[in-house]
């Protein structure tokens, strides 16, 4: 059974970092692109960033572009998000995706951590 | 990345049918063959009902299809049931360099 665990949300100050994590079980997970997605309180789904399976290329959405960072340790079947220089807009529950095999979409998602962004 | 249009509500009666629409541009829905829409329910996982425009995972009931014309893609559901009121998503490849857009999501009341 495909599973996907985030942590690492919390509470942060404007201006601070944080680092999300997501465990990968019951599949083969240095083949497949990996994602993180964000929801704000009462907004709608929003693309973050896409870390190729073998962790080669790397894709952010603009508002995320040098303040964010996607990687991944293929041999501890983990993906993370580096999340600096954090703004009040960036407050959600993050999730991480994973894509199909070979299609552009969000296959298996997990539960979401939520972080919080404020002073 | 300008999100792609959804209405922000549909709702329809038990058992009838109704439409969601998606609609962006030639740099996304209308370019590619990878639109896809989710079903989430608040506090839940998202789930993913159809990718590729029109295909269906397994276990995804076929109540749920998908299609596209031009740039706007739509997710139909027919025999409406209780348990599908929820929030619907698409997405949509869009390149390199924008690589994914989502819709703003509508929200499905069953009466």
């Known amino acids: 059974e495909v599973q996907l665990e985030e942590s690492g949300g919390g509470l942060v100050k404007p201006g601070g970092s944080l680092r999300l994590s997501c465990a990968a079980s019951g599949f083969t997970f240095s083949t497949h692109t990996m994602n993180w997605v964000r929801q704000a309180p009462g907004k709608g789904l929003e693309w973050v960033s896409a870390?190729?399976?073998?962790?080669?290329?790397?894709y952010y959405a603009d508002s995320m572009k040098g303040r964010f960072s996607i990687s991944r340790d293929n041999t501890k079947n983990s993906l993370y998000l580096q999340m600096n220089s954090l703004r009040g807009e960036d407050t959600a529950v993050y999730y991480c995706a994973r894509e199909g095999a070979l299609v552009q979409d969000f296959d298996y998602w997990g539960q979401g951590t939520l972080v919080t962004v404020s002073s | 990345q300008s999100a792609l249009t959804q209405p922000p509500s549909a709702s329809g009666s038990p058992g009838q049918s109704v439409t969601i629409s998606c609609t962006g541009t030639s740099s996304d829905v209308g370019g590619y063959k990878y639109v896809s829409w989710y079903q989430h329910h608040p506090g839940k996982a998202p789930k993913l009902l159809i990718y590729?425009?029109?295909k269906r995972p397994s276990g995804v009931p076929d109540r749920f299809s998908g299609s596209k014309s031009g740039n706007t893609a739509s997710l139909a559901v027919s025999g409406l049931q209780a348990e599908d009121e929820a929030d619907y998503y698409c997405?949509?490849?869009?390149?390199?360099?924008?690589?994914?857009?989502f819709g703003g999501g509508t929200k499905l009341t069953v009466l």
């Open positions: 590729e425009v029109s």
């Open positions: 870390i190729s399976s073998s962790g080669s290329y790397t």
């Open positions: 997405s949509s490849y869009a390149g390199s360099n924008n690589y994914v857009v």
